[in-house]
């Protein structure tokens, strides 16, 4: 076997078993596991070479006071637009992908205090012992947002290979305007998402499911 199958078969793997870790235990990352995982995900391509992302990573008590902060401030809004609204396969697959995870956590349909208790777990990164704080630069646009998009999915990868667990978060940006403040970051800065991580828990409820992908021929077209 050549070591470029090798490498497919071991990326191929690493993507067929990433999934958002929702449910983690309180060991944390041993320092060199950490600074081999940010290495890993600094290996991003990005447009021009300009790699827009800025990290803020907490471990430990950082993590607490970051979530206690956060729970005490009452800024609200995102620096990027959410998206207005969900429509035809993209609000079927959304519904999907949230019944899986409800369903999972024994929130029954309708269950509107269940559901938003499940969204408030987002701001307590799922008991996750580290979350990385990703930001871009406002002057390279949407680009800058590419990039970051890229540095996102190489950070989630990286986790799964080193044995890790990730959710990437975009409800954390609805605190932009905090986590700006308390990271004392630029103005220029616009915050992407969160990356909660650490140690899976597998006996946690949101472990028992996968998600569902589109068959190939549903996004992509070939042309000989
Ligand atoms: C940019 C981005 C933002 C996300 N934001 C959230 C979030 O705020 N909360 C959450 O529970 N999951 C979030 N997710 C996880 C997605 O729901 C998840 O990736 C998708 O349902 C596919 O499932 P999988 O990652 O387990 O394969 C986000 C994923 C991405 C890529």
Redesign the pocket.
């Given at each position: 076997m050549r070591a470029s199958d090798v490498g497919a078969d071991v990326l191929e793997q690493v993507l067929g078993e990433?999934?958002?870790c929702?449910g983690y235990t309180d060991e944390p990352v041993a320092p060199q596991t950490l600074d081999r995982l940010l290495t890993m995900a600094g290996r991003t391509p990005s447009w021009c070479n300009t790699q827009p992302w800025n990290v803020e990573v907490t471990s430990g008590e950082a993590t607490v006071r970051l979530k206690e902060a956060m729970a005490a401030d009452e800024r609200f809004g995102p620096d990027i637009d959410f998206p207005a609204s969900y429509d035809g396969v993209y609000a079927e697959r959304r519904r999907e992908?949230g019944w899986q995870l409800y369903e999972a956590v024994g929130v029954a349909k309708g269950d509107r205090a269940g559901s938003a208790a499940q969204t408030m777990r987002?701001f307590e990164f799922f008991g996750a012992p580290h979350v990385a704080i990703i930001s871009t630069t406002a002057s390279l646009g949407p680009y800058g947002l590419v990039d970051c998009?890229l540095y996102?999915q190489t950070f989630l990868l990286s986790a799964q290979a080193l044995g890790l667990g990730a959710?990437?978060?975009?409800?954390?940006a609805m605190r932009s305007e905090f986590l700006r403040d308390w990271f004392a970051m630029d103005d220029d800065r616009q915050i992407v998402?969160g990356i909660a991580f650490g140690h899976p828990d597998p006996s946690h409820p949101t472990a028992s499911y996968?998600?569902t992908r589109v068959s190939q021929p549903e996004s992509v077209t070939l042309h000989d």
């Open positions: 990433r999934w958002s929702r992908s987002n998009g996102v959710c990437a978060q975009a409800a954390v998402c996968r998600t």
